[in-house]
């Protein structure tokens, strides 16, 4: 059996970091990870190859050599699976999809096996759908979550290593809060579920025979869910890097509880973490509260970046703006909140109701849901938000144009700078001197703003000549904020609120006078042409 695996394409979104790539002579932030640990529960005699579409393109060369072609992504990459799925069937291949984009599976047509959930606990049971002829949905197994204890190491062997910035690995599931809008929960459950700390040793020993040297993310969705065994994890971590001389350094996500924990910050510091997300969501209590984010309410959220970053844990930040409880003063409360804080990072996003949610359930049960999410967020929200949409969609852009301007993430990093200790080691990387060099000539030399990076690197060069490289990596991705956000972002949000602003004359239109509705439908376009001024027809979209 030859079975292909096709990681499928993302689009440009501010997490690819694309623009920051192609200077740093990468393709990818990521890879595939999901896939290639189901690689590793196939049978050992199956051949199997794999296509990161992220970083190459798919033959039919590739398709045709395949018996069967495995296609995983996450709701964003939807797109890209069916233009694959429909790429194999046209060539006579069976099909197979996974990933959490195949929890709507008929938005899979080509799919003839459609596999939901985790797969530990499930490689007879997938090995039979790939050989069998009829079609076949493997649902959510009902019953214990999968035991992560039996996950295999991710076939790394299959990645083109060069391509990639980072590398990752997975050490626990599940969180144990109940935050409404989050998928987590839904998908992994609230007991999380960890790996033996050999187990994620082992995997770090593939990597590092492979050669790999860098960042490597741990993707948990909350590193401490299960604190006391990620301490024991943090213990064997610290003693593998002492004995390989620190071959790699980590960053993974953490719920903001970490700040009121000094020895679980210093651990993780030891052990090479050198980063860590958190979703900061809000500076509103009541939004949090509503959303059932209670334990950003135990702390001082200014208060506790602040100790995680002294700690020596750079905070990437977390917000979410269009909660029912938001008004528009909202967007100057998280101005406030960002305007020196110690986030270069920090990522906003408008309120999403994901499939599965407590948030999507609720809504649907108000009448206020309009679609289901696609992974999509810089467009009108998929449900009918409590602020008028108009503005949350104005103020939003103006937030965005604010916090990816070079001089607010030239300001953010700064804050960084002096509130940070000094990095205690020098980071390695693959290829680090070619990418500095690079970063210089394209930013520092040709770049638009080459004040911003030199300033920043001055000020990481005064502070210690080791945190000049985190200069130079911040400085990339900085270049990949200000573009993304200008050359995609704020036209997107244009068009939406264009879009908005014809719906709400098509609705206000409808209630117009009958006189009115006469002359209306003697005009025509140009009814249309008045109403909403520079919007294309709908054929032309």
Known sequence: MKVLLVHAAFPRTYWGFQHALAIAGKRAS????????VAALLPREWAVRL??????PLDDADLRWADVVLVGGMLIQAPSMRVVLARARALGKRTVAGGPA???PEELPDAEVIVAGEVEGRAGELALAITGRE??????????????????????DLLKLDHYSSMSVQFSRGCPFHCEFCDVIETFGRAPRVKRPGQLVAELDALRALDWRGPVFVVDDNFIG??????????????????NRRPVSFYTEASVNLAGDPALLRDMVAAGFESVFVGLESPSAEALRSAGKTQNLRVDLGAAVDTITRAGLEV?????VGFDSDD?????????????APIPLAMAGILTALPGTALTRRLEKEGRLRVLANGEQMARPNFTPVMDEEILLREYAAL????YSPEAFLRRCSAYLERAPSPPFAPRRRGGLAIALRTVWRLGVLGRSRRAFWTLLARAARRSLRSVPWAIGHALQGEHLYRYTHEDVLPRLAHAAAELRADSSVQSRRFASPAQDLRDLGRGPAVRARHAPGMPEPHAS
């Open 51 to 56: 296509v990161d579409l992220n970083v190459e």
């Open 400 to 403: 965005l144009a604010e916090l």
């Open 30 to 37: 990521l890879p595939p990870l999901g896939l290639i640990t």
């Open 226 to 243: 299960n604190a006391r065994q990620a301490r024991a994890l943090l213990a064997e971590l610290r003693a593998w890097q002492e004995r």
């Open 135 to 156: 079609p076949r949905f493997l649902p959510v197994p009902r019953g214990a979550w999968p035991d992560v204890g039996v996950s295999p190491i991710p076939r790394f």
């Open 102 to 104: 195949a929890g709507t």
């Open 328 to 340: 528009p003063g909202i967007f100057a409360a998280q101005r406030r909140f960002l305007d020196d």
């Open 316 to 320: 990437m930040g977390g917000f979410i």
